[in-house]
């Protein structure tokens, strides 16, 4: 296990770190639940590998500038072509409080959609190495190669902050999370096997909307 909070690990390095670490991660995030609520596919949309200069990435409706590209993110993709959405599962490392402030203002919630935007390298890539199959084939949502980015509005939006020991445990102790969010220490982030950390696989089973329901019709 690394000690987070050593002074010569630099904020830079750490978010190095947890991307390299989430790029070990599996295509489904780990513990994820299979529910009515989610039938669709899960693809790992960051952390790319690291000569991947396209990956998806998250805007507002008419910013083409400013976009949000968290150190992890999952996508959800809708089954039905007549319907298209996405869930996302985010991971955001914070080596600060201010950046733990910044990165929660990116996801509060608002009145308007936050699109999810993945490029045509991106779809027509496999997911992983020696796979033959493209993205886009796996997802059931298009029914042709893709020649334009894939812009699908997010229904449903869940991140996971992961917070070095002493602000997890400030933090856990005196302040309120929102519904949307959830929060680890940083070393569930960098630890080489993190995604097969019990803890871990059961706080991202209730980052989901099945969650919410005392039961659901199956």
């Not at 296990?1 to 670490?21: A, K």
């Not at 007549?82 to 490392?93: P, V």
């Amino acid at each position: 296990m690394i000690e987070i909070d050593r002074p010569e690990l630099t904020y830079r390095s750490l978010d190095d770190l947890v991307r390299r670490r989430l790029r070990t991660w599996p295509q489904r995030p780990p513990g994820a639940l299979d529910t009515p609520k989610q039938r669709g596919v899960w693809l790992r949309a960051r952390p790319g590998e690291p000569d991947a200069t396209l990956q998806p990435f998250l805007r507002l409706p008419g910013s083409h500038r400013l976009r949000t590209m968290p150190d992890g993110l999952w996508l959800h993709f809708s089954p039905d072509p007549a319907d298209a959405w996405c869930d996302i599962l985010c991971i955001e490392a914070c080596s600060t409080l201010q950046n733990l402030l910044d990165k929660r203002s990116r996801f509060a919630p608002s009145t308007t959609s936050l699109l999810a935007v993945c490029p045509v390298p991106w779809l027509t890539a496999p997911a992983m190495a020696g796979e033959p199959l493209p993205r886009w084939k796996m997802m059931r949502l298009l029914k042709t190669e893709p020649v334009a980015p894939l812009v699908l509005p997010v229904r449903d939006v869940r991140v996971l902050y992961g917070l070095k020991p002493r602000q997890y445990d400030g933090f856990a102790r005196t302040q309120m999370p929102q519904a949307h969010e959830y929060f680890c220490p940083m070393d569930a982030l960098t630890d080489e096997e993190g995604y097969s950390n019990p803890d871990m696989r059961a706080l991202i089973s209730r980052a989901s909307g099945a969650a919410n329901f005392m039961r659901l019709p199956w």
